[in-house]
């Protein structure tokens, strides 16, 4: 007998990251044409409180930032942050490809970090270009934006989740039968939006590996069964890192679950992990195909989140044929 079960979703992380820079219009542009359910925007805000589409607060590992505004590094940390600069001078930079502190390249067998011209967006931007094509093309495409550090930015001086929110109201995404999913790291932070803001939109817990100091969130808590329950209350469901749904067998070195997922699940929870990579494989998989489908037959995953989204949505049709 056939399975009832939904099809997971896949999410491009960061667009199509696995082919060009990360968060540019094109890399979602690639990932709306190979089929993705949903695109990602990590928000983060300028200075004079514009949201842009970026994973880092800063601007070092992804633009030419330094070569531009060489003096414009903090002097307690030597990092360029996004907040200290506004719109329109984070529109002169050029993006590239991820970057390690020495300039190197993240992922060397990516798009090269020498080529290209590609800017920074704002959400707004990213926001109308979805619509459009969407439009265009007759096929619909949900989004998932994560609140980048919530804490730091009210530090900074803005709430950052109260300028999501009426962006993302502007753009008609307004409850549950959106097409949308809103994440963030900070616990305390998403129990406001469902409670104090009134957000009505899909939330998602996400799960670092430690926890977090700077926002109180404490990650530990969040995989036991009251820790799910606790958030089943203010969330819809959860993002852990995938090395926390599985463990390595001593015996033979063959992936096991933790029972995150099952956990997940009993407490009305999806579970949505990050990242699959295809140039980097999770510890016990010998191919990328193997690892998406265990993670789907064994554990029962509802997303994935993926630099590669064409290679899952071929790993999970390959599935459904079988």
């Known amino acids: 007998m056939p399975s009832t079960r939904k099809k997971p979703i896949v999410i491009a992380h960061r667009g199509a990251s696995g082919y060009l820079p990360e ?19 990590d928000v983060v805000a300028t ?52 970057r390690n502190v020495d300039g190197s390249p993240v992922f060397p067998t990516r798009f090269p970090t020498t080529l ?11 926001l109308e270009m979805i619509r459009g094509l969407s439009a265009s093309s007759g096929r619909a495409v949900g989004i998932y934006p994560e609140i980048k550090a919530p ?6 001086g803005v709430d950052i989740s109260v300028l999501v929110l009426e962006c993302l109201d502007r753009h008609g995404y307004l409850g ?3 097409p949308v999913y809103l994440q963030c790291f900070d616990a305390r932070e998403l129990s406001r939006i469902r409670r104090d803001l009134g957000s ?21 808590r969040l995989r036991t069964a009251q820790g799910l329950r606790e958030a089943a209350a203010y969330a819809d469901g959860i993002g852990p890192a995938l090395g926390q749904l599985y463990v390595l067998a001593e015996i ?40 998406v489908d265990w993670f789907a037959a064994t554990l029962e995953v509802d997303g994935f989140f993926t630099d590669f989204p064409n290679l899952v949505i071929e790993a999970l049709d390959c599935r459904a044929v079988r």
């Open 47 to 98: 200075a004079d409180d514009e949201l842009v589409v970026l994973h880092d607060v800063h601007l070092d590992r992804v633009t030419d930032v330094e070569a531009r505004f060489p003096a414009r590094r903090r002097r307690d940390d030597g990092y360029f942050y996004v907040r200290d600069f506004t719109l329109s001078e984070v529109k002169t930079l050029n993006v590239h490809e991820r």
């Open 252 to 291: 033979d070195g063959h992936p096991v679950s933790t029972g995150l997922v099952t956990g997940a699940h009993a407490a009305g929870l999806q579970v949505h992990p990050y990242t699959f990579r295809a140039d980097a494989l999770a510890p016990g998989f010998g191919s990328f195909r193997e690892m």
């Open 151 to 156: 804490s730091w930015h009210r530090d900074e």
């Open 23 to 41: 968060h540019t219009l094109q890399a979602k542009a690639l990932a709306f044409g190979m089929g993705a359910d949903f695109l990602e925007q």
């Open 200 to 220: 009505e939109l899909k939330l998602v817990q996400l799960i670092g590996d430690s926890n977090d100091a700077a926002d109180g969130t404490d990650y530990d």
């Open 116 to 126: 290209g011209k590609f800017g920074v967006a704002t959400l707004h931007e990213e």
């Open 176 to 178: 549950k039968a959106d």
